[in-house]
């Protein structure tokens, strides 16, 4: 599934760069009973940061928006508007999966996002490029690799129909004039294929087997910003290691809103202060040099485990202490008492 975040922003923004695509890891919250608990709780998000700088924010999904209990959630998390199912024109021929067909999807987002006041924060979540991976003979544009498993092979070809959905929706910002004077950002949420695939993934990579190593980077996410008009600068790569943590403070840094004083475990992806580092929630973590996982240190060039656990003995030190920090931060809401 991509989610793709599109910032509306005042013309007085001028952002420092032009496009990044790093790829990152997914940090992922116990989100199950974290959305179905926890909707009482104070957030600090980027939702609420937009909106002390005038803002206005929407979500747009073409799901049930009581599904994973969204309709609290989100306006816990301060969004002004939540476009559900309900708000699109979804019907057996246009729908796949868990429903609407991207290309459809975007085409009417598109439409919607023309009548949101400005500026405005909207993120919206696609479904064709998600589990079970189904679309229809005629919106393949490729054909199945020849791998051990169906899935992976349905997967591969919503991917490439992920891309023409998102070259139509382009096409159609343009001619809604909402295109030059907006960022736009493309990032998955999670994985895209579970270790049950492993062997159907060994085949289409050309592995032996998936390591555990192998698994870690796997759950590698696109992360890609891109800003039409922005030219003193070349588009660049950052790949350096980094989670979905950091993505709020190097958005709101981009449209020139200052983060100092913030309560974030996250850093900008373009300060040269920062130290690559993402922790995932099973306590591996992935930096630079090391990728630590099942008790196992790993160079990060080679892949191959070191003998001396100890060289990932600091890293894992901090990995742990962030997770507490989250957990301690969540389950007790301690948001509320914090005032910036």
């Known amino acids: 599934m991509i989610s793709l975040i599109f910032i509306s922003r005042p013309n007085r923004v001028k952002p420092q760069i032009q496009n990044s695509s790093p790829r990152i890891r997914c940090t992922r919250l116990p989100a199950a009973p974290f959305f179905f608990t926890k909707s009482g709780h104070r957030f600090n998000t980027m939702y609420h940061t937009l909106k002390d700088h005038q803002y206005y924010s929407a979500v747009l999904h073409a799901n049930h928006k009581a599904f994973?209990?969204?309709?609290?959630?989100?306006?816990?998390?301060?969004?002004?508007?939540?476009?559900?199912?309900?708000?699109?024109?979804?019907?057996?021929e246009n729908s796949t999966g868990w429903g609407l067909k991207d290309k459809e999807f975007l085409e009417q987002s598109a439409e919607k996002l023309k009548k949101l006041p400005q500026?405005?924060?909207?993120?919206?979540?696609?479904?064709?490029?998600?589990?079970?991976?189904?679309?229809?003979?005629?919106d393949q544009l490729i054909d199945e690799p020849d791998t051990s498993s169906d899935l992976l092979n349905r997967y591969v070809t919503t991917v490439r129909y992920e891309d023409e959905a998102l070259k139509h929706f382009f096409k159609k910002l343009k001619k809604a004039g909402l295109y030059d004077n907006s960022m736009i950002v493309l990032m998955g949420d999670h994985y895209g294929i579970s270790e049950a695939h492993n062997k159907g993934l060994a085949e289409f990579l050309g592995k032996e087997e998936i390591t555990p190593f192998d698994t870690v980077q796997l759950q590698r996410v696109p992360f890609i910003i891109h800003i039409p008009g922005v030219t003193d600068r070349a588009p660049e790569t950052v790949a350096s290691a980094a989670g979905q943590v950091d993505v709020k403070p190097t958005l709101l840094h981009l449209l020139g809103i200052e983060t100092k004083g913030s309560i974030q475990f996250g850093n900008d992806l373009f300060s040269k202060e920062r130290t690559p580092f993402?922790?995932?929630?099973?306590?591996?973590?992935?930096?630079?040099?090391?990728?630590?996982?099942?008790?196992?240190?790993?160079?990060?060039?080679?892949?191959?485990?070191?003998?001396?656990?100890?060289?990932c003995s600091d890293e894992k030190e901090k990995a742990e202490q962030e997770l507490m920090l989250s957990d301690k931060i969540l389950n007790g809401d301690l948001l509320r008492f914090y005032k910036q």
């Open 68 to 92: 994973w209990n969204r309709d609290e959630m989100y306006g816990a998390f301060g969004i002004d508007r939540f476009f559900d199912a309900d708000e699109f024109q979804v019907t057996q």
């Open 278 to 311: 993402a922790v995932l929630r099973n306590g591996s973590f992935i930096t630079d040099d090391h990728i630590y996982t099942k008790n196992t240190c790993y160079s990060r060039k080679t892949g191959e485990p070191l003998s001396d656990v100890s060289a």
């Open 119 to 138: 500026p405005f924060y909207a993120s919206l979540l696609t479904l064709t490029n998600h589990f079970p991976f189904e679309i229809e003979k005629q």
